[in-house]
């Protein structure tokens, strides 16, 4: 089983080069996949600074996450120090040499992000990029970093000047779209995050104006009514997503102590199906072995890097239960049958109604467990809150 699952995994690399280079190339030629990684906000709030993002770098390294895909260290909200004369942004004493710590977290062979604001103020009242897009970027740039996360905060206060909602609509898709410009005049390649919390119907106009990924929801929280809230709201946001600009339902909270594991399982496999950002927002030097293994499935990291760049969506709900599936590049599909309900369920996949025909063949990803040949159906009773995530493909 694991040679074929190898054999599926190397037809997948080959075909990524016919798959995403085009669209990688129209961005930036970053985010071919949706982005891992780490940020400071979900756990340490405005509780960060240098030690702290080092010591994480060290944790994504030792843990094996790095080994298991997850690169970008970001940096969230409180970093920001003032403006010099010349309106040069600086670090605050939290952070004393950017420079040297973008350095660091390079050296452990991951990337680096920092965040700001198209206000005058970011979302904690430090200093925003509001006139200073092209200065900023240029800074970020020469400190070394890899990505930014552009949050829309006090930029809100400007749009209520607009004599129409057009009007302020345009004004945010400017606001994003200048620091685009002001990225690539930097000449360095930086994952361009916009975190505006799906106003507008983002995901129709995000591409256009830079995004690599934006944000669809408001903020996530470590409770599982909030993020099953925000996970399965995504359905039907499928067809804007693709190599170089996926929908962002928000970080990871796993590891951060508010779910069960089953729940916690429910929030990895629907992350994956979409195509998410895995963006983890934990403390990384405090893993449980448990936390560990969620986050580093190398099965179901798979489902979520797949190089077709496809997100996956619901294809079939029961009150409480619904089956979510996502076309793989090499012919096989992800399917997540989710229990939403706060007790055990009963269901079933209908594999005819997944476009297969005949017998097929079916692995358990959570549980890394070949479950043979199948024609028809598969059958499962889940505990509350639970998923199955399977992987199924033509015998």
Known sequence: MKSQISGRLLLAGILAVLLVAPAAVRAQQVAATPPMGWNSWNHFNNKIDDAIVRAQADAMVSSGMRDAGYV?????????????????????SKFPDMKALADYV?????KIGIYSSPGAKTCAGFEGS??????????YAQWGFD???????????????????????????????????????????????FCQYGDDAVWQWGPAAGANLWRTTGDISDHYARMEEIGFAQAGLSKYAGPGH?????????????????????????????????????DLSQMSPNTIALLTNRDVIAVDQDPAGKQGDRVWAEGPM?????????????VGMFNRQS?????????????FKGKVKVRDLWAG???????????????AHSVILLLVWAQ
Not at 151 to 162: E, G, H, V
Not at 322 to 334: R, V
Not at 343 to 354: C, E, R, T, Y
Request: aromatic share 8%; hydrophobic share 35%.
């Open 343 to 355: 007790g055990p369920m009963s269901f079933s996949v209908d594999f005819a109604k997944l476009g």
């Open 322 to 334: 619904e089956i979510w599936s996502k076309p793989m590049a090499d012919g096989s599909q992800a």
């Open 369 to 383: 467990k070949d479950l043979g040949t199948m024609e028809g159906s598969y059958h499962a009773t889940l505990p």
């Open 246 to 282: 996926w929908n962002d339902p928000d970080m990871l909270e796993i590891g951060n102590g508010g779910m069960t594991t089953d729940e916690y399982k429910t929030h990895m496999s629907l992350w994956a199906i979409l195509a998410a950002p895995l963006l983890s927002g934990n």
């Open 147 to 193: 990505y930014l996360k552009y949050d829309l905060c006090s930029f809100r206060d400007i749009m209520k000047t607009a004599s129409s909602p057009e009007q302020a609509h345009q004004m945010m898709v400017d606001a994003y779209a200048k620091m685009r410009d002001a990225i690539k005049k930097t000449g360095r390649p930086m994952v361009y995050s």
């Open 72 to 92: 970008y260290i970001n940096i969230d909200d409180t970093w920001e120090g003032d403006r010099d004369a010349q309106g040069v942004i600086h670090s605050n």
């Open 106 to 110: 390079h050296s452990k062979g991951l």
């Open 130 to 139: 509001l006139n200073h897009e092209d200065q900023d970027a240029q800074t």
